[in-house]
């Protein structure tokens, strides 16, 4: 029972932290305990990224408009995604570091195709969506260079900077968040926020570390915006249902 324990333990912890925790039992190593909060945020983040943009597309569906969305935005996020997931799965990073890449991308690639759909433009999003599938297997395929990837992982800086930024100006030019998901806004946020601390744990790589820093700096404009414009509009309705009395 007990090999059984080690051999499972080594799923979640390193060879080291597992005979530091289960041989010695010395359970407040502190390499150890930053290593493991770092494997079970990882994770944690995961599990989150696999319905973190799905209150987005089902509020898509339900109003059957991509109205305040901004596909550029949209576009440049889902760039920055298969860049970064591509990156990591050929240099042999940690899935616990990149995994929730996988999840955002299929996520993000719905997006930005159901918004093209509602935009009237079916045959560009059909087109948009066999060119993106090519472009990723050739991305993980050993087919591209991995000094490409690393390219297009360092163009993730001003690419996440200038998709967030345009989202937010067009938040700010329409004087509302249109149909953004809150849920989304704000499990994005906290997301990229504790991958700063997982990317320093497992990977240690300055690009994706910078990538994130920039990524929860540009989330939380974001969150700001909607916490500001839904304020707004809650006074909004209070001031025009006294008006009715």
Known sequence: MAEFIKKASLLLLTQECTKEYLDK???????????TLSKFLGLGIIGGSLLVKVPQILKILK????????VFSVLLDLFAITAMLSYSFMKGFPFSAWGDTVFL????????????????????ATAFLAAYLAVFVAANSGLTPIHIL??????????VLISKFSQAYTN???GNTGQLSA???????????ARIFTSVQETGDTAMITMYVCSTVANGIIVAQLLYYWNINIKSKEKKSKKKE
């Open 150 to 159: 690393w390219v297009c992982q360092s163009m993730n800086i001003p690419i």
């Open 105 to 124: 991308g299929v996520q993000t690639l719905i997006i930005a195709v159901l918004v093209m759909h509602y935009n009237g433009e079916t045959t560009k």
């Open 25 to 35: 039992f010395n359970f407040l190593h502190v390499a150890c305990f930053k290593a």
């Open 63 to 70: 109003n059957k408009s991509g109205e305040g969305i901004n």
């Open 183 to 193: 849920v989304t806004c704000f499990m994005l946020f906290f997301g990229s926020l």
């Open 172 to 174: 700010y030019s329409n």
